[in-house]
Structure formats: structure tokens, C-alpha cells
């Protein structure tokens, strides 16, 4: 499977921006997805994940009430509408699928290539 985020940019603090993540394979069973960031010098953290079954979600405490992780299963892409967005939140945001091969049924995780959110104070 292959990951292809796509919507970041520069916008100002306060501003907003949608991020997407098209998948795209058909070996590989995905479990749940989720958007990472690295912040220039700092560690990857997590942002949020999304369960495919049942649809459940999770955030990072940073993020709560501003961001929304969202997914449509029939076009096999994820979205994260980011809202209030703040200086901190200039970072390479990454795309993550978890799941199954279908073919060796081992557990892989995928990354997306990454894309870039700069928010100006």
C-alpha cells in the first residue's frame, strides 16, 4: 500500500488547513490509520488515529477540540481538518496505516511521504 498526503502549506496562527491522505494498494488490510508530526529538532509525536472498524478516535491532548481526524472508507482516504492552528504546530505531518497483508498476514505499518504545515504568528 502507498500513502500520499496532500494540503499542507503556510497559513497564519488561528487559520486552518485540511490535510489529506489517499491509500492506495489492495494487499494490505488496514486496521487504523493516523497523522504523526516532527517539529524541526524534536521527536515524531502523534497527532491522532482513526480505528477503520467502528470508526474510533483518538488525539493527542495538544490537538483536542481544534483538529478532527475523519476517513472515507469508499475513496480510501483520511483527512485531518486542523483548526486554531497554532505556531507550535509547524511540523512535517505524516500519514501512518496499520494493518494486515493480505498475503502473509504479518502486521506492517506504512508511512506517507510527508507535508508540510507552517503556521505564522
Known amino acids: 500500500v502507498q500513502l500520499v498526503e496532500s494540503g499542507g502549506g503556510l497559513v497564519q496562527a488561528g487559520g486552518s488547513l485540511r490535510l489529506s491522505c489517499a491509500a492506495s494498494?489492495?494487499?494490505?488490510?488496514?486496521?487504523?490509520m493516523g497523522w504523526y508530526r516532527q517539529a524541526p529538532g524534536k521527536q515524531r509525536e502523534l497527532v491522532a488515529t482513526?480505528?477503520?472498524?467502528?470508526?474510533?478516535?483518538n488525539y493527542a491532548d495538544s490537538v483536542k477540540g481544534r483538529f478532527t481526524i475523519s476517513r472515507d472508507n469508499a475513496k480510501n482516504t483520511m483527512y485531518l481538518q486542523m483548526n486554531s492552528l497554532k505556531p507550535e504546530g509547524t511540523a512535517m505531518y505524516y500519514c501512518?496505516?496499520?494493518?494486515?497483508?493480505?498475503?502473509?498476514?504479518?502486521?506492517?505499518?506504512?508511512w506517507g511521504q510527508g507535508t508540510l504545515v507552517t503556521v505564522s504568528s
Open positions: 501512518n496505516a496499520g494493518g494486515i497483508n493480505i498475503h502473509s498476514s504479518k502486521y506492517l505499518e506504512v
Open positions: 494498494g489492495s494487499t494490505f488490510s488496514i486496521n487504523v
Open positions: 482513526i480505528r477503520n472498524s467502528g470508526g474510533s478516535t
